[in-house]
């Protein structure tokens, strides 16, 4: 078995819900929106299932839904990806993931994350028998600093996994982070994976994928899914896309992770692809606004707090309650307020483990009510 940072046994995910459910309490750990995403997509899937559409799909994915990815990175990025040989759809990001670090990385090759870094690149890396460095994110901000960055890549760096706008840290990278990944990618020959499923949850810094800069884009696999943008997190379609050769070896290994994804969900996500702008806007602005509510309730509860560009999650210093140790007092909270989250040092290797050691990660993803009330729970520690 694999250490818990090489991400084999039960995920922190499973662990938090688990214990959420059996204490009753609200579960603002593991990141999953309470409420559906829109109600054309639900049907759609409903009628695909009763028009037949329950057999295997085709292994790289239905047209309709390459075309449609195609047309969406057109439409947000002015990418103009080929639906038949620079895109596939997985079984969620986490597939695309697999797929892309199993298919470019031998044993002894070096994969860079920053890091913290979300849990099932650990897990990957160390299933693909690659050494995982990292480059540390540091607070206030959560970048890199880029001479430390410089440093943490070698000639044995095959994948640079970038995750942006990213879990658990929320921070959307600009330009110049991305620049820097960029060059030092080309400078070392090196593949880059981008881990893009927050990319329409950001609340301010429009987010740039990063095979949009110069000299990335025939180096680069940019991954998506429809989790967390539709809020489907249950239905597990993602797709990734990027230069044909890249594709095509991910897709090899594709072929045998999972061979083929959901077949009646991959309408209705194409469906969602499509939907007109004011849909990807609302829920930016929707998400925004529960960041602010429970941002404010935290700040309340007396934590030091980190207010997120992008994604589900905000974390918080419980430093300034007197309380370092997050691991400790995420496995009480259920218990001493009804409130779950997640430790930070569990994204971390031992020394990252140590600089994060008092931060802690809650999802914002639900509803306000339930915001309030966990704030207002969460302020019975003082
Ligand atoms: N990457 C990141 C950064 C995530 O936060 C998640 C969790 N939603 C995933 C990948 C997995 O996505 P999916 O559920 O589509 O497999
Ligand atoms: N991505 C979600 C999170 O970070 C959880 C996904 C999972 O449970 N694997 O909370």
Not at 145 to 158: G, I, V, Y
Not at 184 to 212: M, N, Q, R
Not at 251 to 258: D, I, W
Request: glycine residues 8%.
């Amino acid at each position: 078995l694999l250490s818990p940072d090489g991400g084999l046994g039960v995920t922190i995910f499973e662990e938090m819900t688990t214990l959420a459910v059996a204490k009753g309490a609200i579960n603002l750990g593991q990141g999953f929106p309470d409420e559906d995403g829109p109600a054309e997509m639900k049907e759609a899937a409903r009628a695909a299932i009763q028009a037949g559409a329950n057999q295997y799909a085709p292994g790289k994915g239905f047209p309709r839904l390459r075309e449609a990815v195609a047309a969406h990175q057109e439409r947000f990025y002015g990418l103009t990806p080929d639906p038949d040989t620079e895109v596939i759809v997985t079984t969620g990001a986490t597939e695309a993931i697999a797929a892309s670090l199993l298919a470019f990385v031998q044993p002894g090759d070096e994969v860079l994350t920053f890091e913290p870094f979300y849990d099932s690149y650990g897990a990957i890396i160390a299933m693909a028998g690659a050494k995982h460095v990292t480059a540390p994110l540091a607070a206030p901000d959560f970048l890199p600093d880029l001479d430390a960055l410089e440093d943490a890549f070698s000639n044995r760096t095959k994948v640079v996994l970038l995750n942006n706008p990213h879990n658990p840290m929320g921070t959307v990278f600009p330009r110049d982070v991305l620049a820097k990944v960029v060059e030092l990618a080309e400078k070392y020959d090196a593949i880059i994976v981008s881990d893009e499923v927050y990319e329409h949850l950001t609340f301010g810094e429009a987010h740039i994928p990063v095979t949009t800069l110069p000299g990335a884009a025939e180096r680069t696999i940019t991954i998506s899914s429809a989790g967390k943008t539709f809020s489907f997190t249950g239905w597990k379609i993602g797709w990734l896309s990027g230069p044909a050769h890249l594709v095509a070896a991910a897709r090899t290994v594709k072929q045998f992770l999972s061979y083929s994804s959901g077949t009646p969900f991959q309408e209705a996500v194409a469906i969602g692809l499509g939907l007109p702008d004011a849909f990807y806007a609302d829920i930016a602005a929707t998400l925004k606004e529960k960041r602010d509510i429970l941002a404010a309730g935290l700040r309340e509860a007396g934590f030091g707090v980190y207010v997120p560009g992008g994604t589900y999650f905000i974390n918080v210093d419980a430093a300034t309650l007197g309380i370092t140790d997050s691991v400790a007092l995420a496995r009480r909270l259920p218990d001493l307020v009804g409130v779950a989250a997640i430790p930070v040092p569990v994204f971390c290797h031992a020394e990252g483990a140590e600089r994060t050691r008092s931060l802690l990660r809650f999802a914002f993803c639900k509803k306000t009510a339930l915001l309030h009330e966990a704030a207002s729970r969460l302020a019975t520690l003082q």
